[in-house]
């Protein structure tokens, strides 16, 4: 058969979602830290990071989710 180009669109998707807890993402991704700092979501070692998911961590900081999730997605996307 000929590659017709399916799975493309998959690896081009967000790979942080806003279901994650933010200690998952720091922890697949330790680069995406920086981007939280950024934003003041400094509580990565406290405990509300194991429970707190990407949303929550965006609202109680008053970011907007899409926002900070395109920022952290972008910045995992720069190490492919």
């Known amino acids: ?3 017709d180009g399916t799975g ?3 690896e081009r998707e967000m790979r942080i ?3 994650m ?3 998952e993402v720091v922890q697949q991704f330790p680069e995406t830290i920086q981007v939280f700092t950024r934003h003041g979501v400094v509580c990565l070692g ?3 990071a194991q ?4 949303e929550h961590g965006a609202v109680v900081h008053g970011l907007d989710t899409q926002e900070l999730l395109q920022e952290l997605n972008a910045c995992i996307a720069a190490r492919a």
């Open 1 to 3: 058969g000929v590659p």
């Open 8 to 10: 493309v669109r998959e």
């Open 17 to 19: 979602t806003k279901d």
């Open 21 to 23: 807890t933010i200690e």
């Open 46 to 48: 406290c405990s509300a």
């Open 51 to 54: 429970y707190d998911n990407v």
